[in-house]
């Protein structure tokens, strides 16, 4: 079965302090995998799309990563307003493009 | 670029009645609709995929006939909650994707309470 999950649930860091959130899928093959930014109370906000192991994008303070297992975005010196949930999704190879499986979201609070 | 709009962001009904919410692809034209539910602290759960001028696809569990769903235009879809019921109250969010792209862009979602 396809499933997408996200560490930490939840994560906390001063402001400038650097980390990674993490995102592990399980697909038959991956057609694409998408990061997006919800803020509470919003819809989603797309970030990246990444289509191969090695593809590296990047945004601002934002750097997604992609292997074959798993999908990493790293947040160099953050700010205050970088504080949002973060959500991995995956599209499967042999599905329909229309079928994307969102992973539960990692909440990150940046504090001043 | 890829802007999707939804109205109205928020909407209280008494139980019972019936409520609309639409979804706009502003600046591009959507092949394909989504409609999300999402309840507090979780994540996405998809109910159902609209293509222009087709029925739409609904999820498991998900009933057809509580949730009515028309993509009448490559720009917009609707989400009709008929006779709906406090269990019904949630965030509603729509998206879009164009022929070919992978990405769906999100609206902004409709706050939904039935009293």
């Known amino acids: 079965e396809d499933q997408v999950t996200q560490s930490p649930e939840a994560l906390r860091l001063q402001e400038g302090e650097s980390s990674s959130l993490n995102c592990s899928y399980t697909?038959?093959?991956?057609?694409?995998l998408f990061w997006y930014r919800q803020d509470p109370g919003k819809g989603p906000e797309f970030l990246f799309t990444?289509?191969?192991a090695g593809e590296e994008k990047e945004k601002e303070r934002l750097k997604a990563t992609l292997t074959k297992k798993e999908s990493f975005l790293h947040i160099t010196a953050p700010k205050p307003e970088d504080s949002a949930t973060y959500l991995c999704?995956?599209?499967?190879?042999?599905?329909?493009?229309?079928?994307?499986?969102f992973g539960p979201g990692t909440s990150l609070s940046v504090i001043p | 670029g890829a802007v999707v709009s939804q109205h109205p962001s928020w909407v209280i009904c008494k139980s019972g009645t019936s409520v609309k919410i639409e979804c706009r692809s502003l600046?591009?034209?959507?092949?394909?609709m989504f409609w999300y539910r999402q309840f507090p602290k979780q994540s996405l759960m998809l109910m159902a995929t609209?293509?222009?001028?087709?029925?739409?696809?609904?999820e498991q569990g998900v009933e057809k006939d509580k949730f009515l769903i028309n993509h009448a235009s490559l720009t917009l879809s609707t989400l009709t909650v008929t006779s709906a019921h406090p269990e019904d109250s949630s965030f509603y969010i729509c998206?879009?994707?164009?022929?070919?792209?992978?990405?769906?862009?999100f609206g902004p979602g409709t706050r939904l309470t039935v009293l």
């Open positions: 600046d591009f034209q959507a092949t394909t």
């Open positions: 990444l289509y191969s």
């Open positions: 999704a995956v599209q499967a190879r042999g599905t329909s493009y229309d079928k994307v499986i």
């Open positions: 697909v038959s093959g991956l057609r694409g």
């Open positions: 998206s879009a994707r164009y022929f070919f792209q992978s990405e769906q862009f």
């Open positions: 609209s293509n222009e001028g087709s029925k739409a696809t609904y």
